[in-house]
């Protein structure tokens, strides 16, 4: 028996990092290839001497630059020691622009050295994947996360007033399969509810 689940959880962890590689490989296929080969064509006949032609490079490489440190941002390693909190408001803050504003209730309320690692590594992976959605799809310049715990659970409640996303959008769905999967390997609960013009509400319940 012993040996048995031995042998499961490593191969569990092979299928959890097989997946994790390929989900990288899909993003970075989705997002970036494309773009580079419109930027190297760009480039090759281009008269870069130009100041138009120079700024638009220059500004198809910063969209590069943007989108390989997101990809990467969102596969670094999570911080999950006391300053965990902290890193959790950086995030965050990260997607806070002139034009989207952020409200946070009851942060402080979550006993963040109560929770465990993979809790804690699953909230910020899945808010930073619902904050990226947001930036990409919603249009919203208001987004409101509200934190709370009661009788040994975790409640996080995700709001934003931005246009819905169309549950069809393909891009969309598969950033919200990972949502879901993240939250369903920690027995946590999940109830999404996104129509057009009337925002994006995701309700979380995990145990404490």
Known sequence: M????????RK?????????????SKKLSDELTHD????LTFAKN???EKDDNKENLLSNLDLIYSKTRTISKENSPVIIDKNYPAALKEMISGFQTSEINFILN??????CTKIDKNKKITIYRVLHELLLNMKKHSNASLVVIN??????????????????????DLSFKNGLKNV???????????????????GFKVFIKLIL
Do not use: P
Request: aromatic share 12%.
């Open 147 to 168: 934190f709370s715990t009661a009788n040994n659970y975790i409640f996080i409640n995700y709001m934003d007033n931005g246009k819905g996303i169309h549950i069809d």
């Open 12 to 24: 569990q962890k092979d299928a959890a990092i097989f997946d994790s590689e390929i989900r990288i």
């Open 106 to 111: 009851g942060f402080d309320s979550i006993l």
């Open 180 to 198: 879901e999967n993240r939250i369903l390997n920690i027995k946590g609960e999940i109830n999404i509810n996104s129509r057009s013009d009337m």
């Open 46 to 48: 281009s008269d870069l």
């Open 36 to 39: 580079i080969y419109q930027t």
């Open 2 to 9: 012993y040996f048995h689940l031995k042998s499961k959880s």
